[in-house]
């Protein structure tokens, strides 16, 4: 049986041409090698090269933030997020930037956080706990925060995170090198990558996706989403954008709100945070669902706008848009479309079809991780431990990760079920729901 | 029926004698001797003026005499007196002078009491006050010292009998007194109430303010929290207010505030300091002192219990064979010599004098605030004081004098073969070295001395001198 397949298929090699390899793998060729592999390494090496062309204007950056030496308030909103908060705050008593103010929002715990937040405050290890009794929702608790901060610099973080010693001061020193940023994201990795396969995977999407892609989109001016585990923005700023909007989605949302008012948004791979990914392929799913269905919220439904050829429009904000459907969602049919196009065209060759994208991605996937390496600042896990692991990320990528962004989409698209989500109080959903927020 | 009418002879305008008795009355301040309290069997106080009445019931309560501190008080015309610390001190009330014969049981009786108690005259100013509580109330039949919440004490709880010896800034040291007497097995103790004191003064005058958490200040403005629910809005309510009317408006999405619950809430509150700007939700309770003006977190206040004693069968015991702490008297002070022993001394000087022509002179010197120095040094210091205060005297006087303590506020002295008016002359100087040694030692109180130098006189024994001496100097 094996040999026999084996046999097919190396039958099936020797008459592939290379018309006949571009028509049978178009979708990995334009889309995945192309985009993803060819410009993403190009742009890396072009980023790479400017970081060693501007390193003394980075130091001076850094003296004048130093010198300087600005009040930086840290929020953390949550819920029932007592029994992370001390692990949190010991990594932030250990930054290497000290004159910030720490203020913990408790969004209507109904566990013992608010001890805990109390006895931290009186101890002197945060500066404030403040405590809505009622919960209103993630977005309304960063924004309670606002209301308590004095810093210059806002920045936001989850509680079940915890900080590089010097994290805070590197998200705080693109702020200095132009003075047009508004907002700055930080790198978060994954902690708990040895707890299960699912945090494994999670972890190299981490590594070579998400932190590697965000590099990418920063250098070419269309970063998208501030992560809300780690994220840094200018006080003056968040006051124009008047705060968070309701969520899910509420990251991508306020750098949408701050492009939209002439500012720009960075990435920087250097301020490292930890945090914990979910343990389990089923919360995984749950939480990419959510992620995923607020791209179709946010983008298309509520900041469509920045399509429009309008006084607010920017190029590169358009280009950030197209990127992010195009990544997204146009990929997301395309691959359908080129599912479908196999199968009724080439469905005898179905499985050499499926048997060579595997072996395309797996070793696309094994350079890239070997590749990017170098451009990947430090990591908290040793590289070699991954390496085993780099063909799960076909199915990783290539099916679980899409089957659960088609099903996201199909239920944001036809149902708006995010209005749903009981991430947020029932009250608020509403209002957002009838506003087409 | 007539002559079987109890007699009540008018000495005086002062004395009255009935049954036997002779009491002193007192009705104005003019004129007014405590220590003739002594020569006399009871005091009536006349009770039209309440703070009157306080005022003496605190003057023979606080003497160091027991037969002075120990004699009965009553109050005439007394009804209208409410205040519990005079209650607590006096032994009865009577309408007018006629009724005098009533108290003839209650003054018989504490005379007994008194007559059977032993008193040691310990120099340790703990033990003398705790010899003075349970003598006291041996002779009042009372077994239990309770605190009565009082507004005149420091410490808003007022141990009658105690207090009376302390200004109202010492009285904290009270409550170290009853625990001293507690482990000694005096008393037995109950739990009564709690109180708070300054950190700094003990005083607890506390004025309890919402403070900010920053800088203290109590200056600070509250306002309400909106959360807005459409776009998620939270700002204080002046955010929302408009010049116009009186609707509130969202300052983000620009709609109108409805309806609370359904699109906005307002979820806490937000004080904002006047002072140093500072937002917060928590306040800080801080308690400033009325007596020192210290300003401090409820937390570092000085928390004290308040406790009922109950007097032990060995504190009774030790009321009637006189009071010696096992632990807290101050042992012979080098350089001095033993009261008992120096009384003796006295009398061979006396017989010796009654021989030879001369001139020699007993003195005292007085120490005129011991409670304050007490309640601010502390036993240790204060015996370490008292070490120093001898030294001087030692040496500054020849070696055959000798030096005595009668109390531990109270320091008798022989000066013999000398005139008195060099004797008088030494001592003032002696009193000059100590106030230096003062200064430079408690920088941040005053002790205050009083001295007294009498010649001996063969024809007077030696407990008319010591009474003569101690006299001058109340
Ligand atoms: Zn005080
Ligand atoms: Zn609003
Ligand atoms: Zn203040």
Redesign the pocket.
Known sequence: MIEEILDNYLRFLQSLNVGHFVRLFWFYIFFEFIRYFVIEWIVLNIWRLSKYLNRDKYEKARQEFLFENPLVSIIIPGKNEGKHIYKLIRSLKEQTYQNIEVIVIDDGSDDDTPTIGRDLEKAGWIDQFVRNEIRGGKASAANTGLRFCKGKFIVHLDADCSYDRDAIEKIIIPFYLDKQVGGVGGNVMVRNYKQSLATTLQAIEYFDTISIGRVVTSKLGVYRIISGAFGAFRADVLEKVKGWDIGPGLDGDITVKIRKIGYKIKFEQDAICLTNAPGTFKKLAKQRLRWDKSLIRFRIRKHHDVLLPNQSFKFSNFISFVENITYNLVLNVKWYVYLSDMIINYRSLILNILITNFLLYTITNFVKFVLYSVYRKRSHAPMSYFLIYIPCMVIYFGYYLRIVRSVAYVQELFFKLSYNDPWNPKKTSQHAKRMGL | MEEKKPEIEQISDSVVKSDGFSYLIIDRFDGLVVEDVEFHDAVIIDGRDEAFVRQIVRRIRAHKKHDIYLKPVYILRGATITDPFIQKLTDGTLYSLDQLPFLKDETERIRTRSSELKFTESISFEAQMIEKVICFMYTSEDRVLEPIPYVYADINYSYPILSVNFSRHDEHSILDILEIAEKEGIFESEFHDKVY???????G??SYREVCPKCSSSNSKTQDIIHHFPCGYVGPIDDFTNEIDDELDCPKCNKRLRHIGVDYDKPSVLHTCNNCGHKFQDYNVNAK??????D?RAEQLAERTIKKYTLTKKGEMAAINGFVTTAKDIEEIIGSVKYETFKTMLKYEIERLRQTEGSSNVCAIKIDNPSQVYSQLGSDVQKDLLIEIVKVIRSNIRSSDIISFQNSSTIVLSMNEIPTRIAKKILSEIIDILKRLMETTLKSMEVQFHTHVIPLDYGMSPEMHIHQLTKELE
């Open positions: 004191l300054c950190g700094n003064c003990n005083s005058r506390l002192c009325m007596s020192c003006g210290q401090q």
